[in-house]
């Protein structure tokens, strides 16, 4: 089997060459993911130029890709680079050859070696990306279910809005516009979460032209000139909302969102038949450098052994030292305290972590310091509140 890796189709010398290949990705990301024109060709203008496509070709036929889309991300007032997985796609007739865990393989490797602390993507099933060590790390708010209630609730009463509160559509040309909203948000995740994607105003920009791709808009809720949310939405079929940044429970708000659409979208509610939650799944990528910034509450000191059988980089004992500042790492030879492989370490640290799983589970060391050990883990300040909703 003659398998050849692109690192980057930007990086093909010739044009004629890097013409061909965009044409063929373009072609399968039709073939396998079935996104209209109109979106495709927003991926491919605003997002190809930017990111990284790992390819497989068997001899002259492009047979598998993944795509790898960077992102910005705010971590509790710091900033770190992280790789969005997008675009897993293998030919329908070459599936279920390992081509998929060649790219993914392929992919972490290159991603160590910039020191990258970890990686995410939206999967179609978790249980694909479960056995390279993903783990669930954010579910999204049902806002699809939440405005569909709300919608109609506002149309059986007639409602048509509150006085001085008004929602409009994002202008890409209005920059001070697009200026406030970039703060409003930043401001707004950064007192409710740990981990988000970094807002800019080409963040916005770029965001304006993936929903008017799908029909929709980037629309902001005004009370007079101050900001009081933002909804993001496409509405090819039905409305569907891909990000909504607002208090959840401020109803005239979200009320107002529903009557601009009562008003100006005449399609109803996207419905969620499959009553599937929209999940992102994180890997850690390079313990070290995923460790180093976490705190908590109080100084402590664990002994963690950390096995990964895709990165045998990240294999050894760790003496951790976590202070309100962050952790210091170093290797040791010491008896470790708790024995965790990659993935379990993603659940410890992005808050998923399950008590009654690890004093079963044998990982900890002995019973009598059992009760110890788990009492460190639970003043460590893990990752618990993410919020990253990007469709690609």
Not at 27 to 37: A, I, N, P, R, T
Not at 60 to 71: D, I, V
Not at 142 to 168: F, L, S
Not at 210 to 220: A, P
């Amino acid at each position: 089997m003659n398998i050849t890796l692109y690192d980057n189709i930007n990086e093909i010398h010739g044009d004629e060459k890097k013409d061909r290949a965009k044409e063929e990705i373009y072609g399968l990301w039709q073939e396998c993911f079935g996104d209209s024109k109109e979106y495709t060709d927003f991926y491919f203008k605003w997002k190809v130029k930017d990111n990284r496509i790992l390819t497989i070709y068997k001899e002259e036929t492009l047979c598998s890709m993944l795509h790898l889309n960077p992102y910005l991300l705010s971590l509790r007032g710091g900033q770190i680079p992280a790789n969005y997985i997008v675009g897993v796609a293998t030919k329908k007739e070459e599936r279920r050859q390992g081509l998929m865990k060649i790219l993914l393989e392929k992919a972490l490797h290159d991603m160590y070696l910039e020191k990258m602390p970890f990686t995410y993507l939206m999967p179609a099933a978790e249980t694909i990306y479960s056995p390279y060590d993903f783990r669930v790390v954010y579910e999204q708010e049902p806002w699809n279910e939440i405005m569909k209630a709300v919608t109609q609730d506002v149309k059986e009463k007639n409602r048509t809005g509150y006085k001085n509160i008004t929602v409009k559509p994002l202008d890409p040309e209005e920059k001070d516009s697009v200026k406030n909203l970039t703060a409003f948000c930043n401001d707004q995740l950064s007192k409710n979460y740990d981990i988000y994607v970094h807002r800019t105003p080409y963040y916005y920009e770029r965001l304006i032209q993936e929903m008017k791709s799908g029909y929709g808009e980037v629309l902001v809720c005004y009370r007079e000139d101050q900001i009081l949310g933002c909804l993001s939405y496409m509405a090819e079929d039905a409305i569907y909302i891909t990000e909504m940044i607002t208090n959840p429970k401020d109803k005239e708000v979200l009320e107002a969102f529903a009557v601009y659409f009562n008003e100006n979208i005449h399609k109803g509610m996207y419905e969620n038949k499959e009553q599937k939650t929209t999940a992102i799944m994180a890997r850690i990528v390079d313990f070290k450098a995923f460790v180093k910034d976490i705190s908590a509450t109080e100084e402590i000191g664990i002994v963690m052994k950390v096995t990964d059988t895709i990165l045998d980089e990240n294999n050894g004992i760790y003496q951790l030292k976590f202070t309100q500042k962050g952790c210091h790492i170093s290797e040791t030879t010491q008896e470790p305290d708790i024995t965790l492989d990659i993935a379990e370490a993603a659940e410890l640290f992005f808050g998923r972590f399950q008590r009654d799983k690890f004093i079963n589970s044998g990982n900890i060391g002995t019973a009598v310091r059992r009760e110890e050990v788990l009492d460190k883990l639970d003043k460590i300040n893990s990752y618990s509140k993410v919020f990253i909703n990007d469709v690609v």
